[in-house]
Structure formats: structure tokens, C-alpha cells
């Protein structure tokens, strides 16, 4: 069974910060917050529906992959201006002092 892929019929109240509302389609929230759009469409338990179902689960994955190489690259202190840091050097930890300090 093939899903239609569709946004039609679907309009969310959006508050800005100045605490005034509006009415937008979901086209167009989906094209400039898709991530915050999923976020509301699974805790509101709406993401099984047509207009949902096709594409919150790929931008969910995408967010929580990006999350994830941002925060293994920021673990990675191997390298210091392209040069090879030591951990340790002679029993002193020296290295790992002044990259924790940083």
C-alpha cells in the first residue's frame, strides 16, 4: 500500500514572540522549521497522519544524526592545528592540563 505524499488541509496556530498568532500551512512551517513541526507532530501524536507520516520520521533521524557527529567531533582532541597531540608524554599529562583548560 503506497501513501500519498500530501500537505494539503492542514494549517497550525504559530505564536511569535511578541505573543501574537497566526495561521500557517503546513507547507510552509515544514519548509523553514521542519524539525521543530516534527517535534510538535510526534508529542501531539499527529505524526501518523498522511499529511505527517511520509516525512517526520527522515528529518527525527536527520536531527538526531547531526546531534550526534557534533558531538563526537567535539569529544575528538587528537589533533591541535593539524598536528598529532599525545595524550601523555613521560607519565605527565601536560597536554590533557591545557586542552581541558582551553
Do not use: C
Not at 9 to 37: C, F, P, R
Request: charged share 30%; aromatic share 10%; glycine share 4%.
Amino acid at each position: 500500500l503506497h501513501k500519498k505524499k500530501t500537505l494539503t488541509g492542514w494549517d497550525l496556530q504559530v505564536e511569535w514572540k511578541d505573543g501574537s498568532t497566526s495561521w500557517l500551512t503546513l507547507k510552509d512551517l515544514k519548509n523553514s522549521n521542519s524539525v521543530d513541526v516534527a517535534e510538535y507532530a510526534k508529542a501531539n501524536r499527529i505524526d501518523q497522519e498522511p499529511a505527517f507520516d511520509w516525512w517526520i520520521h527522515d528529518v527525527l533521524k536527520r536531527r538526531d544524526r547531526l546531534i550526534k557527529m557534533a558531538r563526537s567531533h567535539r569529544l575528538k582532541t587528537g589533533y591541535k592545528f593539524g598536528i598529532r597531540v599525545p595524550d601523555t608524554i613521560n607519565g605527565n599529562t601536560l597536554w590533557q592540563d591545557a586542552i581541558a583548560k582551553e
